[in-house]
């Protein structure tokens, strides 16, 4: 009889606690529920598209795509062409690169911006920038025909420039193969219709600084040098052999004295 007893109190014990937790909720929907609604998770084609330069992946000339997608990015100071630091990362994958592939003759870098100010000026440091990254590879042995330089400012943008994270996006440097063993590669324009700046080896771009600073220092003034005193001869005429000027005729010469006729027969004046 004890046995049954316990084994009844056993199996009213969970019917219990489920009925003192049933109730619990219930009082609890007076004051109101708090809880969040569950969330959906986006579909996978609603979900934000990650950078174009994210993640790296190989490049070859049957994918079709001349861009190189290389993982990071390369940054610059605001408003100028100067790279900082931290990206060398990334310039040394896209060196590394080439040095792989030499059938990628010709290597297209491609400067864009965001649109915070006009499309001249962006357009204009795009392309310095990148001829900035075109410099570093030529620093670091890379023939500088292999280079193309573009840039193309605000004109391809990646996110709303409304935000700061699109702005941030629109801030690149894109790597595409142009030409492939000497000839455009698909058929497509080396320079894509941006502004191009030409890229020039290290020889030439150290000549033209040389060139560019003696333009602009002052010229060299020589000091004052005394030379003492100093004889010179000075050639002078005798009197009577200076001829009448060219074009004058001579002066008549002066009267006969002494009773001499004159020329022509005529007896001088005062003669008898």
């Not at 046995?3 to 019917?15: D, I, M, V």
């Not at 060398?88 to 590394?96: D, F, G, V």
Request: aromatic content about 4%.
């Amino acid at each position: 009889m004890d046995s049954k007893r316990k084994q009844a109190g056993r199996t009213a014990l969970p019917f219990a606690v489920a009925a003192a937790l049933a109730a619990a909720a219930h009082a609890g929907q007076g004051c109101g529920d708090n809880r969040l609604p569950p969330r959906e998770l986006p579909r996978a084609d609603e979900q934000r598209q990650l950078p174009r330069w994210y993640p790296e992946k190989s490049w070859s000339e049957k994918g079709g795509e001349t861009q190189v997608y290389i993982e990071g990015k390369i940054v610059f100071d605001t408003n100028k062409a100067i790279v900082r630091p931290g990206s060398e990362k990334t310039l040394e994958t896209l060196l590394q690169f080439l040095k792989e592939h030499p059938e990628v003759t010709r290597l297209r870098i491609e400067g864009h911006t965001d649109a915070q100010s006009s499309e001249e000026l962006n357009q204009e440091l795009s392309a310095r920038r990148a001829l900035a990254v075109a410099d570093w590879l030529v620093d670091h042995g890379v023939e500088n025909l292999r280079l193309i330089a573009v840039g193309f400012g605000e004109s391809r943008p990646l996110g709303p420039n409304e935000i700061a994270a699109g702005r941030s996006e629109n801030r690149r440097v894109e790597f595409h193969v142009a030409e492939v063993n000497g000839r455009p590669f698909m058929g497509q324009d080396p320079y894509m219709g941006g502004l191009a700046l030409e890229v020039l080896s290290l020889e030439e771009r150290k000549l033209r600084a040389e060139q560019a600073a003696q333009l602009k220092a002052p010229p060299v003034r020589k000091g004052f040098v005394a030379t003492g005193d100093e004889i010179r001869p000075v050639p002078v005429k005798p009197r009577g052999e200076a001829g009448a000027p060219e074009g004058e005729p001579p002066a008549p010469s002066a009267p006969a004295t002494g009773g001499a006729p004159a020329k022509g027969g005529a007896s001088p004046a005062g003669g008898s």
